[in-house]
């Protein structure tokens, strides 16, 4: 394999641009130019970052691949800048043992995309009801557990489960949500939801199970993270308990971060999504605290749905938006251009954070370290519509928008995976 020259671009080391070139050689980074023949990339306007890790990703496989299937989901992810997904559980059926962690680590290898790093569940069938086979899911390759999708309603089943969890060394993440509570609901209950006239989820729906998670935590010692967070109330809470020292991280999506509960009243069924996107002051709460750098990660919670059920009313619609693509650059537009935060400030949070918390090894760019990058232009513009996203869900907001800011390549350990 030739080496790699990427000339002219700004390279993100050790938290600042750098102007340098940066060479792959026998799959490597290396700043000083190798022996022998480089194919050249000019870069000029481009910025060299390392390469994004989606904390959670639904895989939709197996079971659901007419939604999304391991071609299309490792194709939208090295699209957007990904070589790293972890996968969600709720398949079907539901990856709760240790041959469903095995097919996924196996056949999501077969495109030598990017790496899937499996969640298994925390019960069996994410039922609630018993525990899942943890031991032999981590054995299998599993980095965490989590019932995402739905939550523990019974407290007791989830202190077993996070104990056992944890003697495994299995990641722990809920899905903060309480189901009597959220009942019906279809969007964030509030005007909104009632100049539409339809079913809102108040947001003590989530803030009471992180309560409950909180104190969980506290009890067992034992650390857990809270998935999609959306409430301003949510994320103070969990910022007062990690004060008090309890064990506790939290992620947010970049559509809570861009979107609000007013976009739904176009009634577009894009913008349904659970948890359902919030005020406008929930938003800007957690964008000041990724200012503050009081965020833990973000994920993007790619939730494929094939265009037969978006196309449903909106009461009736599956809830979840399509990521992967995008959510690079919708995370830029929103952070950097609209908000001002130096993308050197916020990239680690979909990069080297979510590695740290699963206990992964982090991906720098430094001399002689995987060359696991991707090549990103600031003001090149592009179209999202179905053609220019890969994933198969083409259900995002940003359908038929323009947007600022272009993944170019994606390198995953020295190969070039994107463009295809
Ligand atoms: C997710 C899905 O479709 O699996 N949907 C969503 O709106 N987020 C489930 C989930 O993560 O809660
Ligand atoms: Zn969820």
């Known amino acids: 394999m030739n080496n790699v020259e990427i000339k002219n671009a700004k390279v993100l080391i050790g938290g600042k641009f750098e102007k340098t070139a940066v060479y792959i050689s026998d799959g490597r980074i290396t700043f000083s130019k190798p022996k022998g023949k480089s194919d050249i990339i000019d870069a000029t306007g481009a910025l060299v970052l390392p390469s994004l890790f989606d904390i959670h990703t639904h895989l939709r496989c197996p079971g659901q691949e007419y939604k999304e299937d391991l071609d299309s ?35 999501g290898a077969v495109f030598k995309r990017c790496r899937i790093h499996p969640f298994g569940t925390l019960t069996l069938g994410s039922k609630g009801e018993r525990l899942s086979r943890m031991g032999l899911m981590k054995k299998a390759g599993a980095v965490g557990v989590t019932d995402d999708g739905k939550c523990i309603s019974n407290g007791t089943i989830m202190m077993r489960a996070m104990e056992y969890a944890d003697t495994h060394g299995l990641f722990i993440m809920d899905h903060a949500e309480d189901h009597d509570i959220s009942a019906n609901g279809v969007l964030n209950e509030g005007v909104v939801s009632e100049k539409l006239g339809l079913p809102g989820i108040p947001e003590i729906a989530e803030t009471i199970v992180i309560k409950r998670d909180i104190e969980i935590s506290r009890y067992l ?53 659970n948890p359902p996107l919030r005020l406008d002051s929930d938003r800007t709460f957690l964008i000041d605290l990724i200012k503050k750098e009081l965020i833990d990660a973000i994920g993007t919670d790619h939730a494929p749905h094939a265009d037969f059920e978006k196309e449903y009313p909106f009461d009736r619609a599956p809830f979840g938006i399509s990521s992967l693509d995008t959510a690079f650059c ?18 680690g949070l979909i990069s080297s954070a979510p590695r740290k918390l699963l206990g992964l090894r982090p991906s720098e760019l430094e001399e002689g370290q995987r060359a696991n990058f991707f090549i990103f232009h600031p003001k090149n513009e592009w179209k999202v519509d179905r053609k220019t996203i890969y994933s198969k869900g083409k259900n995002t907001p940003l359908q038929g928008k323009k947007i600022k800011g272009e993944v170019l390549y994606t390198f995953n350990n020295g190969k070039m995976v994107y463009p295809f």
């Open 73 to 107: 989901v490792t194709k939208a992810a090295v699209h957007g800048g990904y070589t790293d997904i972890s996968s969600m559980p709720n398949t079907s059926p539901p990856a709760d043992n240790e041959a469903l962690i095995n097919y996924i680590k196996l056949e």
């Open 221 to 273: 010692n034992i650390p857990m993270h809270i998935t999609h967070v959306s409430t301003k109330r949510g994320a103070e809470l969990i910022l007062a308990a990690k004060k008090d020292g309890i064990k506790i991280t939290f992620d947010v999506t970049p559509h809570h971060l861009a979107f609000t509960d007013e976009d739904c009243l176009s009634f577009d069924t894009n913008f349904k999504v």
């Open 330 to 347: 919708l995370l830029y537009a929103t952070l950097t251009v609209e908000n001002k935060i130096p993308l050197e400030k916020w990239i």
